[in-house]
Structure formats: C-alpha cells, structure tokens
C-alpha cells in the first residue's frame, strides 16, 4: 500500500469511526436499539481497525503518524474502554448506553480535527483543547440526558474542561519564535553595470486575446498571451523594461529557474515593490545559463500568472542548427494554449522541443512516432540520456523538459494530457500511449558530490487552519504554519543544504525554491541512481518523502514556495535567507 493510500484509508477509518460513535449515541438516546448497536459496532471495528493504520503510517515516518500516536491513540483508547464493555453488555435500556457512546463519538471526534485542522507538529496545546472539547461536550450530554450526575461529578468535569482549555489556548497564544519579517522595506540594490547586449520592454496591460476561436479576458505583456518569447545566447548582459499600463493590482517579472542576483528575482515585497500603473522596473542579468526557463508576474501570481502575465526566457549556448521550438502549456480562461500547431520538417532535421508546463497543475506531454531523449530537465541538461519511445513525461507546475531527435521520414506528434499540440507532417495516426518516465532513474549517474550537509531543513506539507488573520482559512501549510508565519530558513554562504520535503497532505504540491537548483538525493529513501538532477520545480505527490542538497552560492532573501500559486497564495509560502 502506497503512504498515499494509507493516508486515505486511516481518514476513512477515522471518520468511520467518529460517526459511528456519535451516531450511535444518538441512536440509543432515542432508544433504536438495532441502529445504535449496528453503528457502535462499526465504530468500535473502524476504531481498532486504526491502530495498523497508524502504526504502518508510524513506520513510514513520524510525520505522517506524530499526532495519530499522540492524541488520536489515547483518546481512542479511552473510547474503546468506556464504550466497548458496555456495548457488549448493553441488555437491559439502550438508553443506558448513550453516554459511553457519545463519549466514545467526542474523543474521536476531536482526533480527527486535531489531524484534519492542525497536523503535523503534534503540541501540547492542541492535544489539551481536544481534551477540553471532549470533557465539556461529555458534561454537557449528561446534563441533556437528564441522567443526572452528582454535583461532584459535573464540577469535577467542568474543572477539567476549564483547565485543559485554558491550558490549551495558553500554550497555543504563546508566541513561538517570532518569524523575522520578510524585509526591512530596504531592498537590495546590486544590479550589474555591464552594458546591456539583448534589450527588450515587456508592457503589461488587460488585454482580450484569442484562444482556440474565443475571445478571453486576459492580462498579457504587450497584448499576447504568452508574451513575447525572450532569447538570448550565454554570455549576453539582458536587461529587461518592465512597464505596468494599467494592471492595478501590481505586476512585476520573475525569472523562473534562472538563479538571478536577489535584487533581480521580481519578488514584491521582498526583493523589489510591486509595480504599478503607470511605473517601471528595469531588470538587468548576465545570462550565464543555457536552458528553458520563463518569466512571470509575482505579484498576485496566483491571478496574475493565470490571467496570462508569463512568457518564455531561452538561452542557447551559442549558434543553434535543426528545429528549436518552444511550447509553454497553461490553461487561459479554462481553454488549452497553445493552439495545435503543424510543421513539415525534412527527415533528418535535428529538433528540440523545449516543453514547459506554465499552470498550476502537473501536466502529462507524450511524444508519439519516434525515438527522442530527454535533453535537460529545468534548464540542466542530463548525463547520458538513453533514447525513448512511447514513454510520457509528466511536467509539474513550473517546470520544463527539453526532448531532442532526429526527425524521422514519418510524422511526429507531441501530446499533452491527450490532446495534440505539434505535429510533423499532417496526418500522424501515432497515440498517446505508454508508461511515464522516472527522471529519477534516468541517464548516467556519478556519485553525489556532498556526503555531509551544513545545515537541514524538515518542510513537512499540510492544510491546516491558520486563525492569525481577520478571518479564519484553511490554509496550505508547512510545518503548521502558513505564510507570513513560517519560520525563514537561515543559512550561511557556502552552507551545503539539505531539505526532507514531507507531503501528508492529499494533493501535489509542485516544489520551487527561487535562485538555486536543488540535487535530488532521494525521493521515499530510495536514492536519486540517474543522471544528477538539478531542478528548481519538482512535484511531491501525497505521502512522498523528497530529499534535495543545494549549496547555497546566491545570497539574499528568496521565496520558497509551492508553485501551485493558488497553494502559496494560501499559505504554502517561505523564505530562505542568508545571514
Ligand atoms: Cu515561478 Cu515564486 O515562482
Ligand atoms: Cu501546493
């Protein structure tokens, strides 16, 4: 059973469990003695049924398991003890055991709250409010059950709801490490002075633009979505005008995947303010790095980029022969771009698709009709790639896959997520079919060049309600926390780092630290035994594990987020600094 699977399944036992309890309960009060005994039966299995559950989760990693072991146990315990014997011996009034029951429903009631709204860390305060809703819940029942408790019974009860509440909120108002603010309001100003070699000015502005025959409501960079494709040859000093015509909620330019100086990165309100109507921002970087990348707004990217502020950044080693073609996929008012595209190209005619997801979600890309290697992933080209066929790749949100071949006498067709995008020569009768790639496992290894890490990092993904704001939201987390209180990560120049990226949550959160590519070392312990993978957007499905190494070359203060921008929009959003 995959750790996805488990999660899934020790959900369903637990709400299984809660319900069957509590519906219990409320069955006997109302004395239906066949429907209360089938639902605590039910329960009392889910509740027992748990205990592989978690400890398998347990054996995958505490992660997975801490708050599982350390409130759900006990209080299921608890439950199992009060109510288990006297459902066996339920004879006389059903009535009888309503208490127990709607005891039993209380405790795993707030197990479960305490996984689905706070998670991983397990604390202290968390487990002392569960208590208390349990108590105060219990007390409250005996009361409206009429069974009367003794004055000794009731006042004791309240006394313990009383002090684990307090207890609770005590602990968890208490402020923890206060995170450092984001910025000092002073950003960092170091630009290169070189004279620039490619100039361009990108305008952003509200546009309406075609899509597949429609007409969408779209924010582009000089009226098209994507903007204009942005190429430069390594070596070249790029320096880019960025104006806002009339985007009132703040545009700036990030260089996704390519590791820019930190007062380059476009970050608002970290590296640069956003800008508005009517302002400009010059940016200026050598390009140093041959690869696929693309820029895009980071200012309200959640929307921006969606809207259609984003574009394709390529540099090329150097003169290029052959088919060099770009296809940036995003989803723009609910329909595909780009719009399928064919080409006759001669047989023998070297081609590079430079595929690059730009949404917010994985996508699948199939190459059907020849023979192709995966070139360079992220903008890094592999080590010994070993030709393909019939195999998918799956791209995460932000990130890229270069695939060369030679092109064959045949047509040649590029699928993403079934449907064509390209073909070579009109009629191709070639599918999409076939497994999907591990990059992990793919081209030729060499031993990783780190063995011992400065510093480590634990990133453990969740949802989670976050109560700081005005109003309460469910929030993306890490680590408990959502954005703008997660803790920065501090490292010092030169640092080798390490991140244990940890998803127990039931959705990919596709991983992006800004200005450095990450080493994959491992993904669920099994080490990375293909080319080394260098990648600035990777996906963690539910349950996985990841381990990446960096070493940290690129001071100033940088994003770290999950590139599911909607999730980072909600809280799946840190920060990496340099001391
Ligand atoms: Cu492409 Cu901070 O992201
Ligand atoms: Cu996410």
């Known amino acids: 059973m995959t750790t996805a699977s488990l999660l899934a399944a020790d959900l369903l036992l637990a709400v299984l469990a809660a319900a069957g309890w509590l519906g219990g309960g409320v069955a006997a009060a109302a004395r239906r003695r066949p429907l209360a005994l089938a639902l605590a039966t039910v329960a009392l299995l889910a509740t027992l049924a748990r205990a592989t559950t978690v400890l398998a989760l347990a054996r995958v990693g505490w992660w997975f398991a801490a708050e599982k072991v350390v409130v759900a146990a006990p209080l299921s315990l608890a439950a ?28 795993l009631s707030a197990a479960l709250l305490v996984t689905v709204l706070h998670g991983y860390p397990v604390s202290a305060s968390v487990g002392l409010l569960a208590v208390a809703g349990v108590v105060a819940a219990t007390a409250l029942s005996w009361r409206l059950l009429d069974a009367r408790p003794s004055r000794a019974v009731s006042r004791a009860a309240v006394a313990v709801a009383v002090a684990a509440l307090l207890a609770g909120t005590g602990l968890a108002v208490t402020p923890g490490p206060a995170p450092a603010a ?4 002073r950003y960092p100003q170091a630009r290169i002075s070189d004279e620039p070699t490619r100039r361009f000015t990108l305008t952003a502005g509200t546009a309406t633009v075609r899509v597949g025959g429609h007409d969408v409501a779209a924010w582009a960079f000089d009226g098209q979505v994507p903007g204009p494709e942005l190429t430069a040859t390594v070596g070249d000093v790029v320096q880019v005008t960025l104006r806002n015509r009339d985007i009132g909620r703040g545009v700036t330019l990030h260089w996704h995947g390519y590791d820019v100086p930190n007062s380059q990165d476009g970050v608002p309100g970290v590296t ?13 970087f050598r390009a140093d790095q041959a690869g696929t990348y693309w820029y895009h707004t980071h200012s309200v990217s959640d929307v921006g980029v969606r809207m259609g502020l984003y574009g394709v950044l390529v540099v090329r080693p150097g003169p290029t022969s052959g088919l060099d073609v770009t296809v940036p996929v995003h989803t723009l008012g609910g329909r595909p771009l780009p719009d399928a595209r064919v080409e006759q190209v001669e047989a023998g005619v070297p081609v590079r698709l430079r595929l690059i997801n730009t949404d917010s979600t994985t996508h699948r890309y199939a190459l059907a009709g020849t023979d192709f290697r995966v070139a360079a992933i992220d903008g890094y080209d592999l080590g010994g790639p070993t030709p393909l066929r019939d195999t998918a790749v799956l791209i995460p949100a932000g990130g890229r896959y270069d695939l060369v071949f030679s092109a064959p006498a045949t047509p040649v067709a590029l699928y993403v997520d079934g449907r064509r995008v390209y073909s070579t020569g009109a ?10 790639l591990d990059p992990l496992s793919y081209g030729r290894p060499v031993p990783t060049p780190w063995s011992r890490f400065d510093r480590t990092f634990t990133l453990v993904l969740d949802r989670g309600l976050d109560l700081r704001g005005l109003l309460p939201r469910y929030a993306h987390t890490v680590n408990g926390a959502a954005d703008p209180d997660i ?50 957007s990777f996906d963690v499905r539910p349950g996985e594990v990841w381990e990446v190494a960096f070493r940290a070359d690129n001071p100033g203060m940088w994003a770290n987020h999950c590139h599911n921008l909607g999730h980072a929009d909600a809280g799946m959003m840190l920060h990496l600094v340099y001391s």
């Open 487 to 536: 803790p920065p990560q501090v490292v010092h120049p030169g640092d080798v780092v390490r991140f244990t990226i940890v998803n127990r949550s039931q959705t990919v959160h596709p991983w992006h630290l800004h200005g450095h590519h990450v080493l994959v070392l491992s993904r669920d312990r099994r080490p990375a035994n293909g080319s080394p993978l260098w990648l600035d």
């Open 272 to 284: 640069q303010p956003a800008v508005l109507p009517g302002q400009e921002f010059v940016y200026r």
């Open 427 to 436: 009629q191709s009768t070639a599918t999409d079919r076939g497994p999907v």
């Open 182 to 185: 984001p910025h000092d309001h």
């Open 80 to 107: 199992v003890v009060v109510a288990g014997p006297r459902l066996l011996r339920a004879a006389g009034d059903i009535r009888s055991v309503a208490l127990p029951l709607l005891f039993a429903g209380y405790a």
